[in-house]
């Protein structure tokens, strides 16, 4: 079991790079401190005095320039309050005008600043008062706020190291139609530790509250505002996690509690995310879109030509999901094989995530995942109802040539065609250790574990005993699953029969088995 960070109880998130499968998640190097749940939780920054030791130690000097706790009065500061951009003595910007600077800098592309280091040394208001309503909804009148320009965008990226050292950020306001817009329009740097705060975010392609479109890493932020878009790539972290050669990207350790909407690729925390190492993160806010949504990210690894693959590790959504087509509590499209790539390929690695955000959608719909082609998944859980029209289930909605092992579902599934409580289509895959508990309702190829089952090799399934309702809508040439009881479910001799991963608590999952890292 990995450490746990502080802002959590327990963490889950995805990692995507290369097809790893190992629970080891690489290192980088700011990997260090915690970060804070909330800017609430942190000292006032009305005053800069006494907080550090000086540009040695990274901190506060006494001579750093700006007064801090005012709202942004929409100017951009000649220079920052100090510092001189090393790791040791990072730029300090302790006011809105100062992080202005960095975001004309960036646009201006000025050299002098490429790879230098940045670090908020207050909480940042770029618009005060309400922006936003606990809904969600801009409330404040959009003619009287100062528009925020993204540090980056789609010519140039940031290529720093921006650290905000558990500070907020909060007032900030957008509304384009242009891409890349967030906090920083466009990254390959490092991004950091921060809160994103009653704010609006409004824009084109790759939008999201922290980055639109990152090809360096972001770590250990947490996003409040409500992003929307009626175009494509939309997050509440990142819109689109892109390649960069030679180079690893990282999005890990963060969490999103703001509204998303947007049209295709559309997700809690990430849009797209075909090519980076993401992990530990969470979803909260409730995501809305078209086609590819998902709790966590839209889209979970691809291949076309190139294959960009995706180990995803410890992700959980607790938000409604809402869409047409690939819609599901985690991706809701993972993997994919161009006929350029060989089909023994694994493209997506998913392991260790869990719903309990209610799904709603159409063709395709699943708990976890909505469509996978293949990858691997190890230990999933869905706890949420799950409805749609055809291929619909409590873990993935359509699956082909993937394996999976040690699942679990206890929501109800309810949909047309290709309906069950693991898949709703099944085919030339490996599937073992897997129990579901929820009704399976629908019209036609309807089974309380899976809705058609092709050429599957399967072992150890479990269904709950519910009247004459059979396990498989059509099973052709796959396998059995075996009826259990209530009583038989809820009992420590049922979870060592399902495998190492599951665990035995009757104050857990009322009664059920569940699996061992949720504890």
Known sequence: MRCLPLFVSAIFGCSL????????????EDDDDEFSSSSKTKNSSSSVKGEGSGSESGGIDNECVGETGNPWDGTTAKKFACGTGTKLSPYMILTAEQLAH????????????????????????????DIIDENGA??????????????????????GNFDGDGHSVSGMFINTTSTHNGLFGNSSGTIQNFIVENSWVQGGNYTAAIVGAVSGSVSKVENYASVTSTSDYVGGIAGLAKCAPSKTVYVKNSKNHGEVKGRDEVGGVMGNSHCAYIDSLYNYGSVEGRNIVGGISGRAGYTYVSSYLLTCKYAEN????????????IFGVAGYASPNISGNSVITTLESAKNGGNIVGEKSVGGIIGSGNQI??????????V??????????????????????????????????????SNSEGVISSAYSTGKVDGDSLVGLMIGYNYNTTMADYYYLKQGDQEPFGLNNGGGVATPKTEEEMKSQEFAELLGDDFVYD??????????EWEK
């Open 17 to 28: 790079l290369g097809a790893c499968s190992s629970s080891t998640v690489p290192a980088t």
């Open 506 to 515: 009757s104050k857990m999952n009322d009664g059920y088995p569940v699996l």
């Open 138 to 159: 801009l409330v404040a009148d959009s003619t009287k706020l100062h528009k925020w320009t993204p540090i980056g965008n789609s010519n140039v990226a940031f290529t």
């Open 387 to 424: 409805e749609g029209i055809e291929f619909v289930a409590g873990i993935v909605g359509s699956l082909i040539s993937s394996s999976t092992t040690s699942l679990y579902n206890t929501g109800d599934i309810s949909g047309t065609l290709r309906v069950g409580g693991v898949f709703g």
């Open 376 to 385: 691997k998944i190890i230990r999933a859980a869905n706890l949420a109802s």
């Open 318 to 329: 607790y938000a409604e999901v809402v869409g047409v087509n690939n819609v599901g509590g």
């Open 102 to 129: 960095l975001s004309f800098i960036v646009g201006a592309k000025d050299k002098d600043y490429d790879g230098k280091y940045f670090k908020l040394g207050a909480d940042i208001i770029l618009n005060e008062g």
